[in-house]
């Protein structure tokens, strides 16, 4: 069984940059698709990157509100996902977490269901 671990949410100010990592252990993240996810207060979780294992590439997905801000990166030496979030803005603000793709039928890029192994989550707001 694969834990993760999100790190690296803190506060900064609209336009500022962060990198937010998730770290395994208990299994080797290579083969699985990792995805980014956040949950802003009395909001759904929505989906915001996620990036295919070894067999597939390292083919990397991003939703359009976060497409030419963020980039989803892994190190498989390290066990460890990367999201980096540049041009921060308030909507950002969210908890971040990050999930293992466990089911690749529902023909959608980050379905929550459809991801498991979540980690307890790194807040992020973005605020002057």
């Known amino acids: 069984q694969v834990q993760l671990v999100e790190s690296g949410g803190d506060l900064v100010q609209p336009g500022g940059s962060l990198r937010l990592s998730c770290a395994a252990s208990g299994r080797s993240l290579d083969y699985y698709t990792i995805g980014w996810f956040r949950q802003a207060p009395g909001k759904e979780r929505e989906g915001v990157s996620s990036i295919s294992g070894r067999g597939s590439g390292g083919r990397t997905y991003y939703a359009d509100s976060v497409k030419g801000r963020f980039t989803i990166s892994r190190d498989n030496a390290k066990n460890t996902v990367y999201l980096q979030m540049n041009s921060l803005k308030p909507e950002d603000t969210a908890v971040y977490y990050c999930?293992?793709?466990?089911?690749?039928?529902?023909?959608?890029?980050?379905?929550?269901?459809?991801?498991?192994?979540w980690g307890q989550g790194t807040q992020v707001t973005v605020s002057s």
């Open positions: 999930a293992t793709k466990v089911f690749h039928g529902s023909g959608k890029e980050l379905n929550p269901g459809d991801f498991a192994s």
